[in-house]
């Protein structure tokens, strides 16, 4: 982007000295940040997720290194071979995990509820209208004090509860022949309800109400929510209607269709993907209940248990059930924390934002609000008191043309230093053990087996056989598209996406592992997701009849 730096970019005469194997963090950077956001992420994610990572002491992933890339964000590791350094990060390891493996109610349980709601609560008070100019960038600030610390939290739970995971997976390695990728596994860690259900609930709700006060025909036959509100507000029961929908909002509203970027509206600005996600419930034909597999999943783990534990000796299973209990937490963690981390955050951060590109555009600096997301906050504190005497347009054009261009292009999943391999990245990210990246965004590199004769070969992420036309999504808006008995076909999905969980018979995700949103909530709805499948998106066509045997990591297409 023409005299656009950031300090953290990627410089491969440099970087592949410290590490050859850099990984695209294809969860969040697809397609690929506007500038602002960039600049956000580089600069304090990496600050509060380096401070988890060091408090927490992995024994074989000293840190996590982060470098900008044609919009995208590129991880790189320091793997630990030192024996001597091993053995006093294993004790720093469990010096860490010990109080929660004790009592984790005590030492974390409600950690992101009060601290962080708190801070939002602050933050949603400030009027960022009426203020002073002054005021509003001290908002800003705090906004960024409250990523800084949000950030820290977020890894800082993810470290809590998916290395006991990965312990637990260890473990039933060791003694019971299984890991996460077998149905008996699978079964000890689902059926747990989280934040994110808990809200589509809400949302699921509003559609049964709609339907009962005979309003969900308007719904369903308007193409935004504008229009729907201007025909819901002519009626009484339209308006009391609209009036729950503002209640959900203000409180649960606070997400935007792309969790980790400033440029779309939240929910609160533009409430059209709220309404679709509600349609979504409405085109359900027999119904649908979050809690229906509650009952046969708590047997099922419950035999799960008994059958795994009966496998492990004696004098260690004291240790696996305490693994266990905070083990069968992280699939809810993995969805709770979106809410309380990045999409309260993020919607409050553009907010923010949004209220200084108004004041810039009024005075015909940039020429939208939304301009101000193509500017650095330096640039944007440089002319913070004179925003009338500086023409920002030509920057700010510049850039918008350079992000088209990256995303046109797109970024590689891998920069690999010559004499490296793909098949290096998963040998890689098993030796370094850290849970995010193996268990998450990543995954394990999948194993094709020349035997099955599959066009795709993935990884397992929630068992099961499905046959169906395939939809492919590339962003929340697509989702729209996606009908009953379709096979979802996407890069990855976000905890936004779960209503259409209830539409689907199975997911073709390009990347992640098995604590990925898409494999945490096809356990739970008992669909078959096949992860890691790497360009899924590009070799499948929507209306394409597609079989996803996720019982074996494998896609098939199917003849007509």
């Given at each position: 982007?023409?005299?656009?730096q950031?300090?953290i970019?990627f410089?491969?005469e440099?970087?592949?000295?410290?590490?050859?194997?850099?990984l695209?963090?294809i969860?969040?950077?697809v397609p690929p940040w506007?500038?602002?956001?960039a600049?956000?992420?580089?600069?304090?994610f990496a600050?509060g997720?380096g401070?988890?990572?060091?408090?927490?002491?992995?024994p074989?992933?000293?840190?996590?290194?982060m470098?900008l890339r044609?919009?995208?964000v590129y991880?790189g590791?320091?793997?630990v071979?030192?024996a001597?350094?091993?053995?006093?990060?294993?004790q720093?390891f469990?010096?860490?995990?010990?109080?929660y493996l004790?009592d984790?109610d005590a030492n974390w349980?409600?950690?992101l509820e009060?601290e962080?709601?708190?801070h939002y609560s602050?933050?949603?008070?400030?009027?960022?209208d009426?203020c002073?100019?002054?005021d509003?960038w001290e908002?800003v600030e705090?906004?960024?004090?409250v990523?800084?610390?949000m950030?820290?939290?977020h890894?800082?739970?993810?470290?809590?509860?998916?290395l006991?995971?990965?312990?637990?997976?260890?473990?039933?390695?060791q003694f019971?022949?299984i890991?996460?990728?077998h149905?008996t596994?699978?079964?000890?860690v689902?059926?747990?309800?989280?934040k994110?259900?808990q809200?589509?609930?809400?949302?699921?709700?509003l559609?049964k109400?709609?339907?009962?006060?005979?309003?969900?025909?308007?719904?369903?036959e308007?193409?935004?929510?504008?229009?729907?509100?201007?025909t819901?507000e002519?009626?009484?029961?339209g308006?009391q209607w609209?009036d729950?929908?503002?209640?959900?909002?203000?409180e649960d509203?606070?997400r935007m269709?792309r969790?980790?970027?400033f440029i779309?509206p939240t929910?609160i600005?533009?409430?059209t993907?709220a309404?679709?996600m509600?349609?979504?419930?409405?085109?359900?034909?027999d119904?649908c209940?979050?809690?229906?597999?509650?009952e046969?999943?708590?047997?099922e783990?419950?035999?799960?248990e008994?059958e795994?534990l009966a496998s492990?000796?004696?004098v260690?299973?004291?240790?696996f059930v305490?693994?266990?209990?905070?083990?069968?937490?992280?699939g809810s963690?993995a969805?709770?924390?979106?809410?309380?981390?990045?999409?309260?955050?993020f919607?409050?951060?553009?907010?923010a934002?949004?209220?200084i590109?108004?004041?810039?555009?009024?005075d015909?600096a940039i020429?939208?609000p939304?301009?101000?997301f193509f500017?650095?906050?330096e640039?944007?504190?440089?002319?913070l008191?004179?925003?009338?005497m500086?023409?920002?347009?030509?920057?700010v054009?510049?850039?918008?043309q350079?992000?088209?261009?990256?995303?046109?292009e797109?970024?590689?999943?891998?920069?690999?230093?010559?004499g490296?391999?793909q098949a290096?990245v998963?040998?890689?990210l098993?030796l370094?053990?850290?849970p995010?990246?193996y268990k998450a965004?990543?995954?394990?590199?999948?194993?094709?087996?020349?035997?099955?004769?599959a066009?795709l070969?993935?990884?397992?992420g929630?068992c099961?056989?499905?046959?169906?036309?395939?939809?492919?999504?590339?962003s929340?808006k697509d989702?729209?598209?996606v009908?009953p008995g379709?096979?979802l076909?996407?890069?990855?999905?976000?905890p936004?996406w779960?209503?259409v969980?209830h539409?689907i018979?199975?997911?073709?995700i390009?990347?992640g592992?098995s604590l990925?949103h898409?494999?945490?909530v096809?356990?739970e709805?008992?669909?078959?997701v096949?992860?890691?499948?790497?360009?899924?998106?590009?070799k499948?066509r929507s209306g394409q009849?597609v079989r996803?045997?996720?019982n074996?990591?494998a896609?098939?297409f199917?003849e007509?």
């Amino acid at each position: 982007m023409k005299n656009l730096q950031f300090y953290i970019d990627f410089d491969p005469e440099l970087d592949f000295q410290a590490t050859p194997i850099w990984l695209l963090d294809i969860s969040h950077c697809v397609p690929p940040w506007t500038p602002l956001f960039a600049w956000y992420w580089g600069n304090l994610f990496a600050f509060g997720g380096g401070g988890a990572k060091a408090d927490a002491s992995l024994p074989f992933d000293r840190v996590t290194l982060m470098r900008l890339r044609n919009g995208g964000v590129y991880y790189g590791f320091s793997l630990v071979e030192d024996a001597a350094e091993i053995a006093k990060r294993e004790q720093g390891f469990k010096n860490f995990i010990l109080p929660y493996l004790e009592d984790y109610d005590a030492n974390w349980h409600g950690v992101l509820e009060t601290e962080l709601m708190g801070h939002y609560s602050r933050l949603k008070q400030f009027d960022v209208d009426t203020c002073s100019v002054t005021d509003l960038w001290e908002h800003v600030e705090d906004c960024f004090r409250v990523t800084r610390r949000m950030s820290y939290l977020h890894v800082l739970g993810m470290y809590i509860t998916w290395l006991p995971y990965m312990l637990l997976e260890y473990m039933c390695k060791q003694f019971a022949n299984i890991d996460d990728t077998h149905p008996t596994f699978l079964k000890l860690v689902t059926g747990f309800d989280n934040k994110i259900f808990q809200v589509d609930k809400k949302l699921l709700e509003l559609a049964k109400d709609a339907r009962a006060r005979g309003v969900d025909a308007c719904l369903m036959e308007c193409e935004s929510a504008p229009a729907a509100f201007a025909t819901l507000e002519q009626t009484d029961v339209g308006r009391q209607w609209l009036d729950s929908l503002w209640t959900f909002l203000r409180e649960d509203g606070w997400r935007m269709p792309r969790r980790a970027e400033f440029i779309e509206p939240t929910w609160i600005e533009d409430q059209t993907p709220a309404i679709e996600m509600i349609k979504m419930y409405l085109k359900q034909t027999d119904g649908c209940d979050l809690d229906a597999n509650r009952e046969r999943q708590r047997s099922e783990r419950e035999h799960a248990e008994r059958e795994v534990l009966a496998s492990i000796p004696a004098v260690q299973r004291d240790h696996f059930v305490k693994l266990l209990r905070i083990a069968q937490r992280a699939g809810s963690y993995a969805e709770g924390h979106s809410y309380y981390c990045e999409d309260y955050c993020f919607s409050l951060t553009r907010r923010a934002f949004m209220a200084i590109g108004r004041r810039y555009a009024a005075d015909h600096a940039i020429n939208e609000p939304s301009d101000i997301f193509f500017l650095l906050p330096e640039e944007i504190l440089k002319v913070l008191y004179a925003p009338q005497m500086y023409d920002l347009r030509p920057i700010v054009n510049g850039r918008r043309q350079e992000r088209q261009r990256w995303c046109e292009e797109g970024n590689p999943p891998f920069l690999l230093k010559e004499g490296t391999s793909q098949a290096d990245v998963g040998e890689h990210l098993r030796l370094l053990g850290d849970p995010i990246f193996y268990k998450a965004l990543m995954g394990s590199m999948p194993t094709p087996n020349p035997d099955l004769k599959a066009d795709l070969y993935g990884v397992i992420g929630s068992c099961g056989v499905a046959e169906g036309y395939a939809r492919v999504v590339h962003s929340e808006k697509d989702l729209r598209e996606v009908q009953p008995g379709d096979i979802l076909v996407a890069a990855n999905t976000a905890p936004s996406w779960t209503p259409v969980f209830h539409l689907i018979r199975g997911a073709i995700i390009d990347r992640g592992g098995s604590l990925a949103h898409a494999a945490v909530v096809g356990r739970e709805f008992g669909i078959p997701v096949v992860l890691n499948v790497l360009d899924g998106t590009r070799k499948i066509r929507s209306g394409q009849k597609v079989r996803v045997d996720a019982n074996l990591g494998a896609v098939f297409f199917l003849e007509e």
